[in-house]
């Protein structure tokens, strides 16, 4: 098991939501009830390792917050135009979507959203041929399609 890496300082929620045995996060009761969905600003190469929002998400899904990650995630999704990198953070909310997947014992469609997750991160990947993007190494993209990523530990030493 990986030593859990934090990037952010952020309260972690009550419980990490597992549908059907938790209660819905921002139902009667949830962890979540009464507070307003996350919204974020856009990311891109220069600013993915100051991004506190989508730090937050990779802290989330590192420590099994899937439901959650996708939330934090989703709100740096609708920040970005259309584009790769919009495409990019999809993948993102798709991996933590077939992490979730995996969890509730739906291994079929937890490698359905991996694949699709793989698929849209690629573009960014091909069109700007690095070993890292927002952190993100391309063996951990490789690796997704072979298995379901429950960790992403991030590279901020990139040249």
């Known amino acids: 098991m990986n030593k859990t890496i934090r990037y952010t300082d952020r309260e972690l929620p009550q419980y990490a939501h597992l ?4 209660p819905h996060p921002k139902k009667s009761g949830g962890h979540s009830e009464n507070l307003k969905d ?3 600003h856009s990311i891109n190469l220069s600013n993915w390792n100051t991004h506190s929002d989508y730090l937050f998400g990779v802290d989330l899904y590192n420590l099994g917050y899937f439901w959650e990650a996708h939330v934090w995630w989703e709100a740096v999704w609708k920040a970005n135009q259309k584009g790769p990198e919009r495409d990019f953070i999809q993948g993102l909310i798709k991996m933590a979507a077939g992490a979730l997947k995996e969890r509730m014992g739906q291994s079929e469609l937890a490698t359905d959203h991996c694949v699709r997750g793989h ?3 690629s573009r960014m990947f091909v069109e700007h041929d690095l070993s890292h993007i927002f952190g993100v190494s391309r063996i951990w993209w490789n690796n997704s399609l072979n298995n379901i990523p429950t960790y992403l530990e991030l590279d901020f030493d990139i040249k």
């Open 19 to 22: 549908p059907g045995e938790t």
């Open 38 to 40: 996350p919204i974020s």
């Open 119 to 121: 698929e849209l991160m």
